[in-house]
């Protein structure tokens, strides 16, 4: 089964990415390790030894000597771990970026991906390879999949771009028959009556299957023919699955490749459906904020946060291109201290406000992660909206990437 990854995990693990791919090595001295669930520690650590054996051929004393390091780097971090390799993996990033002038500096960054590693990869280059969990930041909403006729049903999981088939499920129902007269009409009943008793166990099975799966965005149900219009609108599934259902499809197969069928014929539905998700927030934000006394919504920093730390926000929603750190500056003179909501790279020092002096960076915490903590304490929603979508830009360049729908008005 698919693990659910929360707004703030996916968040946090793209802030991470977006770091580790801005470091620029001199040589081929980054270091990617890439090491799937349940590998032995000890096979790795015996394939670094061999790399780092390997690595004194290397020409360039300062090349050779940066990715010795960053194998006894990673070697040391080894030894953190038990036998084998975590649920999903483990995947480094080791090795010296330029800091200033002349000036280098080691990156180590040892992260466990919210979704399973594939094969082993190590590799050496003067960027870190980043591919394979930059997918993983793509939107994995969940979806059930049924194809169904009267031979077989076959039932799976869209996650997404990965299917997952979960049962397949042959039917006794009769095709055909030659009989003529009252056996034939007794004959067609049986059938009947044999496939009311095959979709009902195949409606049990999606009640198994599907209901309760948290985060389940829709059902999408296909097949040939009209068997699967029959067991849509004839109610046979569970009433909570039946308001899941988002359409049918025509697939020409009811087996694994048939799921595969239907993913593909309904790919600019799903499309549609991400879409439509994030306009409908964004419409409820513009629904309340067009109201003449401007109803229960507000946007930008200060009133959105104000309003999230008295615990009046239902619902925050914040651009995935929203980059704000608030950082603390000290007075060296007076010991003063004062706050300031700066973009992600521009720290810059002001004039302390109450003598004047030049203050210093003495904490800062990333905004975000800041809003999250306090929705998580305030029992509020949040959603994260894609800065790639006309609802992203919108709400990241007329809102200042933060606006929120209110549960009561706090006097602004």
Same mark, same amino acid.
Request: hydrophobic fraction near 35%; glycine fraction near 8%.
């Given at each position: 089964?698919?693990?659910?990854?929360?707004?703030?995990?996916?968040?946090?693990?793209?802030?991470?990415?977006?770091?580790?791919?801005?470091?620029?090595?001199?040589?081929?001295?980054?270091?990617?390790?890439?090491?799937?669930?349940?590998?032995?520690?000890?096979?790795?650590?015996?394939?670094?030894?061999?790399?780092?054996?390997?690595?004194?051929?290397?020409?360039?004393?300062?090349?050779?000597?940066?990715?010795?390091?960053?194998?006894?780097?990673?070697?040391?971090?080894?030894?953190?771990?038990?036998?084998?390799?975590?649920?999903?993996?483990?995947?480094?990033?080791?090795?010296?970026?330029?800091?200033?002038?002349?000036?280098?500096?080691?990156?180590?960054?040892?992260?466990?991906?919210?979704?399973?590693?594939?094969?082993?990869?190590?590799?050496?280059?003067?960027?870190?390879?980043?591919?394979?969990?930059?997918?993983?930041?793509?939107?994995?909403?969940?979806?059930?999949?049924?194809?169904?006729?009267?031979?077989?049903?076959?039932?799976?999981?869209?996650?997404?771009?990965?299917?997952?088939?979960?049962?397949?499920?042959?039917?006794?129902?009769?095709?055909?028959?030659?009989?003529?007269?009252?056996?034939?009409?007794?004959?067609?009943?049986?059938?009947?009556?044999?496939?009311?008793?095959?979709?009902?166990?195949?409606?049990?099975?999606?009640?198994?299957?599907?209901?309760?799966?948290?985060?389940?965005?829709?059902?999408?149900?296909?097949?040939?023919?009209?068997?699967?219009?029959?067991?849509?609108?004839?109610?046979?599934?569970?009433?909570?699955?039946?308001?899941?259902?988002?359409?049918?499809?025509?697939?020409?197969?009811?087996?694994?490749?048939?799921?595969?069928?239907?993913?593909?014929?309904?790919?600019?539905?799903?499309?549609?459906?991400?879409?439509?998700?994030?306009?409908?927030?964004?419409?409820?934000?513009?629904?309340?904020?067009?109201?003449?006394?401007?109803?229960?919504?507000?946007?930008?920093?200060?009133?959105?946060?104000? #309003?999230?730390?008295?615990?009046?926000?239902? *619902? !925050?929603?914040?651009?995935? %291109? =929203?980059?704000?750190?608030? /950082?603390?500056? &000290?007075?060296?003179?007076?010991?003063?201290?004062?706050?300031?909501?700066?973009?992600?790279?521009?720290?810059?020092?002001?004039?302390?406000?109450?003598?004047?002096?030049?203050?210093?960076?003495?904490?800062?915490?990333?905004?975000?992660?800041?809003?999250?903590?306090?929705?998580?304490?305030?029992?509020?929603?949040?959603?994260?909206?894609? #800065?790639?979508?006309?609802?992203?830009?919108? *709400? !990241?360049?007329?809102?200042? %990437? =933060?606006?929120?729908?209110? /549960?009561?008005? &706090?006097?602004?």
């Amino acid at each position: 089964m698919f693990m659910e990854i929360t707004e703030k995990q996916r968040y946090d693990f793209k802030r991470e990415m977006e770091k580790i791919s801005s470091y620029q090595g001199k040589g081929t001295e980054l270091i990617s390790l890439y090491v799937p669930a349940g590998k032995m520690i000890s096979d790795v650590a015996n394939y670094l030894r061999e790399e780092q054996s390997q690595s004194s051929n290397i020409k360039s004393s300062t090349t050779r000597k940066n990715v010795q390091s960053a194998i006894s780097s990673i070697l040391s971090r080894l030894k953190y771990y038990k036998m084998l390799a975590p649920e999903h993996g483990l995947v480094f990033f080791v090795g010296t970026i330029p800091k200033n002038g002349d000036q280098t500096t080691m990156v180590q960054h040892v992260i466990e991906p919210p979704e399973p590693v594939g094969t082993f990869l190590y590799r050496c280059d003067s960027s870190f390879y980043l591919d394979p969990l930059m997918s993983m930041l793509e939107e994995k909403d969940i979806y059930g999949l049924l194809v169904i006729d009267r031979k077989e049903a076959t039932l799976g999981f869209l996650k997404g771009q990965a299917i997952q088939v979960v049962k397949n499920m042959q039917s006794l129902v009769p095709s055909k028959h030659r009989m003529g007269g009252q056996s034939s009409l007794r004959f067609e009943r049986l059938i009947e009556i044999a496939a009311n008793e095959y979709y009902k166990s195949v409606a049990e099975t999606c009640t198994t299957v599907f209901l309760g799966v948290k985060g389940l965005n829709g059902i999408l149900v296909g097949g040939p023919g009209s068997t699967k219009d029959f067991f849509v609108k004839e109610g046979y599934l569970h009433y909570e699955l039946q308001k899941k259902v988002i359409d049918t499809f025509d697939t020409g197969y009811t087996d694994e490749y048939g799921l595969r069928e239907l993913v593909e014929k309904a790919k600019d539905r799903l499309k549609d459906l991400d879409l439509m998700k994030q306009k409908a927030l964004m419409d409820r934000f513009m629904s309340e904020i067009r109201k003449p006394d401007d109803g229960l919504g507000t946007y930008g920093v200060r009133e959105v946060k104000q #309003a999230l730390d008295m615990g009046a926000v239902a *619902l !925050l929603l914040v651009s995935e %291109g =929203l980059k704000k750190m608030e /950082r603390q500056f &000290t007075c060296p003179n007076c010991g003063n201290t004062q706050t300031a909501i700066q973009s992600d790279e521009d720290a810059v020092a002001p004039a302390c406000n109450n003598c004047g002096a030049q203050t210093s960076l003495t904490a800062e915490t990333d905004l975000v992660d800041e809003m999250f903590e306090t929705a998580d304490r305030m029992g509020t929603e949040i959603q994260l909206i894609s #800065a790639a979508s006309e609802e992203g830009k919108m *709400l !990241l360049n007329a809102f200042g %990437g =933060l606006a929120a729908v209110l /549960r009561f008005r &706090t006097g602004r």
